[in-house]
């Protein structure tokens, strides 16, 4: 009686957890858009906004919004180990990450800083094995050279003539691997804790740690036009508070390596999203590079064949 009646409930409790397999794509489909938006924002302000004072504004801005929503849905406990990782998360992927990033478009081009912030999703993978225990599968691994070689394809045909400083490139490598850091601290967190909770504790972490800038960012919303006081409130809306909650969602239902490799799409729709919104036409050879970092990601996902066994 009392196996057949906990056997019954199984699966309800399974149909509970898991929701319909369209959500969690569409959730990463949607952020990955709004990521690519971000490029074009920040390559737009970086020319009248220091790093510091984009990033400490975005946050604020992306704090604020989620502390709402927080408000009105269920927060737990912290345990110190989440503690810990929470810092973790937000000090590395909301502080660092963010300026890092900033400052590196300043110093190198833009699609040069887009392929070197790549890294991070392979990053993620080994760091996912080592401490999460995922698998390494060779579908994963040949997803990501093919991905990656897509990246690299579309760094070079969108590369600017003007160089690149070392400065700009160990910027933009610290942004990856900051990045990395912080999503398998992310997808620890995920065990017990909302997305949401993650996401608001982190960027209120990104806001301490961009304190030291606070006296650039009164100097924009002072002086600052009401376009770039526009974008900063998007960017710090939509690619932050939105985008890293719909990503805290498709990460707690899918591997963190297989998950990070997706941004590599992230890339090809900034050059899609340049060439409608700035009429900058990406030449050929990115498309070419685009359709490799599809196929890489495409092979990620693809999963090992199950090996079957013979009952004798």
Excluded at 16 to 23: N, T, V, Y
Excluded at 79 to 104: M, P
Excluded at 245 to 268: C, E, M, N
Aim: proline share 4%.
């Amino acid at each position: 009686m009392t196996s057949t009646s906990s056997t019954e409930k199984s699966p309800v409790v399974v149909a509970s957890e898991r929701p319909a397999a369209w959500l969690p794509v569409t959730a990463l489909g949607v952020t990955l858009l709004l990521w690519a938006s971000a490029f074009v924002a920040i390559r737009h302000l970086g020319h009248d906004v220091t790093p510091g004072a984009l990033s400490l504004g975005r946050l604020l801005v992306g704090s604020v919004a989620l502390s709402f929503l927080l408000l009105r849905g269920r927060r737990a406990r912290l345990t110190r180990n989440e503690v810990l990782l929470l810092l973790l998360c937000g000090i590395a992927w909301f502080g660092i990450y963010n300026i890092a990033l900033n400052d590196s478009e300043r110093r190198i081009d833009a699609a040069t800083a887009a392929m070197l912030v790549q890294i991070g999703p392979i990053v993620v993978a080994l760091l996912a094995a080592v401490f999460l225990g995922e698998r390494l599968t060779p579908w994963l691994l040949g997803g990501i050279a093919v991905a990656f070689a897509g990246v690299v394809v579309i760094g070079l045909a969108m590369r600017g003539h003007g160089g690149s400083d070392v400065s700009g490139v160990l910027l933009a490598l610290l942004a990856a691997v900051t990045y990395a850091v912080g999503v398998v601290s992310q997808k620890v967190l995920l065990r017990r804790l909302s997305g949401l909770e993650v996401v608001c504790y982190a960027c209120w972490i990104g806001v301490v740690v961009c304190l030291p800038w606070s006296g650039d960012l009164v100097g924009v919303v002072r002086h600052g036009s009401g376009a770039d006081l526009a974008w900063i409130a998007y960017l710090g809306t939509f690619p932050t508070a939105l985008a890293f909650s719909l990503w805290a969602y498709a990460l707690r239902h899918t591997d963190a390596g297989k998950q990070a490799i997706t941004t590599f799409l992230v890339p090809g729709i900034t050059a899609v999203l340049a060439w409608v919104l700035l009429d900058e036409v990406p030449p050929a050879l990115a498309f070419a590079g685009g359709l490799l970092c599809i196929f890489g990601v495409l092979l990620t996902r693809r999963k090992p064949r199950a090996v079957s066994t013979v009952r004798v």
